[in-house]
């Protein structure tokens, strides 16, 4: 972990960066742990949040937009494997 020097003398913990509040594309999927592909994939399906134009220039996407999108996303249940018994299936 990284320290940095107080006037005291000790060494108190650096701060990480902060988020910004609206990201670029590429800052937005990276956000979201998406590949460049993903990215497109759902944009172009709509299933992302809607991005927002602040100066009339490049697109950006609310950080809290995305997290609460990433925060609804359902879990994925595993498939069922055809032809295998399951623990507790008595074979």
Do not use: C, F, H
């Amino acid at each position: 972990m990284r320290t940095k020097a107080t006037t005291e003398g000790t060494t108190a913990p650096e701060a990480k960066p902060a988020v910004p509040l609206l990201l670029s594309q590429r800052e937005a999927a990276a956000y979201l742990g998406l590949s460049r592909a993903a990215w497109y994939r759902l944009r172009a399906a709509g299933a992302l949040p809607l991005p927002v134009r602040p100066t009339g220039g490049d697109l950006r996407w609310r950080r809290l937009d995305l997290e609460e999108w990433a925060a609804n996303l359902r879990s994925v249940k595993r498939p069922r494997r055809v032809g295998v018994a399951a623990e507790g299936d008595g074979e």
